[in-house]
Structure formats: C-alpha cells, structure tokens
C-alpha cells in the first residue's frame, strides 16, 4: 500500500538556475565579442577583403570567434527551449521539434569550426 | 457532508486578447526581445555562417557573394536581423542590470525599456543610411 502522506510532488526538472546563470554568462561573453569585433572595425575603419581574411587567419581571433559561436549556440538552445515549453504543449510535437532545434545547433557548431580551421 | 461545501463559483471573465490589452513599453520590449530571439535562431546563425563563409572565399567568389548581397532584398533582410541582433543585445543588457537591482521601481524601467527601443531602432536606422 502507498502512503498517502509520502505522495511525493515532482516539480520541474531543477535545471531552472543552472540555465538561468548559463543564459546571463553567455551574454556576456556574446556582449564582450560583439564590442571587441567593432571595436576591430572601428579600428581599421573598415575592413577590405584581404584584410577580412588576415582578420580570420590570425589564431587568437579564431579562437575568441569559437568561443562567442559556443556561447550563442547555447544561449539559443535555452532560448529556444524556453519558447518550445511556453506555446507548444503537446509533447509529441516538442520532443521531436526539440531534438531538431538540437540538431541544428549541433551542426552549425561543426559548420562553424569548418570555417574557422577548414580550407579555403 | 454540506459542511465544507463552498457557493457555486461565478464564472469570471478571461481577457487575454494580446492585441487589445493596452501593453505598457516594458511589455512590448519583451515580446520584441522574444521575437527577435526566434528570428536570430531561424534565421540570423545560418545567414551569419553562411555569410562569413562566403565573404572569406577566393577572390571570385567573393565578387559573386559581394553582388548577391547588394541586392536591395538582402539588404533588407540583413538589416532586419541587424534591427534583431541590436534589440535583443541591449533589452539583454537591460535585465542584466535588473538583475544587478539597477533599474528596478516602475519609472526607470519604463525609461529604460523605451531607451531600449528607441536605440536599437536608431542604430538600425545608421546602419541602413550607410548601406544605402
């Protein structure tokens, strides 16, 4: 026999914080970027396309453009998990819908390094 | 068994009908910032990869990259994600300040959530003058 007094009330999942923190972190990594790439453009004052590619070519750069790409990736996977949870209710439809948004964002991770380390 | 028995509850009125509630600036920042959010991930990382993909080729398909994007329809799209990226970096910005309790009694936040609108419209608006 169950216990009535032992009912236990599962609510949420407790990644609530975890993804909330996650979601400021990575903005403010993405703001950091966003600021140090204009300043670069500012700099220069405009960028002509052999410049535009040096730009790519030098490694720091690469690796601050990978870790800015990590970040927003991320970030539009809560982001985009959120809005799934607010408007589409049945789970047949979000699970699937979920794992494609998940897709994506892990092919576009895969497309990203191809551009940064890739041939030209 | 009548004991613990309530009155018939009256039946309230439900209105939620989002394009006839009067919504303050705050409110209509953060359906932007949402909006704009859906936007950058449907659209603006796949035209951002594939942009900086095709702007870093050979010199000749950089040309052809270069015509594609001039068209006044492209145009239009960049600066409509140009317009997204602005919005949602800087109502972003502003609840990492609320959550700094910078910002928080009812005046500021309007005033900031119109600075916020305004300012993305404005750049938008820069941006667009430079293109054209």
């Not at chain 1, 975890?18 to 300043?39: C, E, K, P, S």
């Amino acid at each position: 026999m169950v216990n009535p007094t032992h009912k236990k009330h599962i609510v949420g999942a407790h990644y609530g914080l975890a993804d909330w923190l996650a979601q400021r972190l990575t903005a403010v990594v993405m703001i950091v970027y966003t600021l140090f790439a204009f300043g670069i453009l500012l700099w220069h004052g405009g960028l002509d396309h052999a410049a535009w590619q040096a730009l790519f070519a030098n490694q720091f750069f690469r690796v601050a453009t990978f870790l800015f790409m990590v970040a927003l990736l991320y970030h539009a996977w809560v982001g985009m998990r959120n809005i799934t949870m607010d408007y589409v209710k049945p789970l047949a439809i979000r699970l699937p819908l979920q794992g494609a948004i998940i897709a994506a964002l892990v092919a576009y991770a895969g497309w990203t390094i191809a551009i940064l380390w890739g041939a030209r | 068994m009548a004991a613990t028995q309530r009155p018939a509850a009256r039946p309230r009125p439900v209105y939620l009908d989002l394009l006839a509630i009067r919504k303050p600036i705050p409110a209509i920042v953060s359906i932007l910032h949402r909006a704009s959010g859906a936007l950058l991930f449907l659209v603006g990382i796949p035209a951002l990869l594939w942009g900086v993909q095709a702007s870093l080729a050979a010199p000749e398909s950089y040309a052809s990259f270069r015509a594609f994007v001039g068209h006044p329809l492209a145009k239009l799209v960049a600066l409509a994600l140009v317009w997204a990226y602005l919005h949602h970096l800087l109502a972003g910005f502003r609840h990492l300040t609320q959550d700094l309790h910078v910002g928080l009694d009812l005046g500021p936040a309007r005033r900031s959530a119109a600075v916020v609108f305004a300012a993305a419209l404005l750049i938008t608006l820069i941006v667009a003058i430079r293109l054209w």
